[in-house]
């Protein structure tokens, strides 16, 4: 039986800079080797290793080429159904990694999210299948 987990790992977007078409792009590190803390339902926080052998599996890497950009975190995986609704932008396509950090660059395409970059309001981005704003 196959388990689908969702999992949020967070980066800052420094060096953000306007692209010709006036969105904002800025390096990013999606996520990284270690251990990581993970908040539970009922509150408590439970810590879980993320290993090379699993953080730079081709699979998994596949996952963030190209993935969405959201505003905090959805309730729901983003879908064609619902992408106008929570998408704010998207990851490259391009996914580097040394040997303990997943790299890329990422667009940021709504202009309330953009001001808020801009701004200092949302330093950080956050990624997984979905890739989420702070």
Do not use: W
């Not at 996914?95 to 790299?103: A, F, P, Q, S, T």
């Amino acid at each position: 039986m196959s388990i689908k987990v969702r999992r949020f790992d967070y980066s800052s977007l420094e060096g953000a800079q306007r692209t010709p078409q006036g969105f904002l792009k800025a390096p990013a590190v999606l996520t990284r080797v270690g251990v990581f803390k993970y908040r539970q339902k009922d509150g408590t926080i439970r810590r879980e290793a993320r290993l090379p052998e699993e953080v730079f599996k081709a699979e998994s890497l596949a996952t963030l080429s190209m993935a969405p950009l959201t505003n905090e975190h959805p309730e729901s995986a983003v879908t064609p159904d619902n992408v106008k609704e929570l998408s704010i932008g998207t990851v490259g396509e391009n996914i580097e990694h040394d040997d303990r950090l997943v790299k890329s660059s990422v667009i940021v395409m709504q202009k309330d999210s953009i001001a808020e970059v801009e701004n200092g309001e949302k330093v950080e981005l956050s990624c997984g299948t979905i890739v989420t704003g702070k």
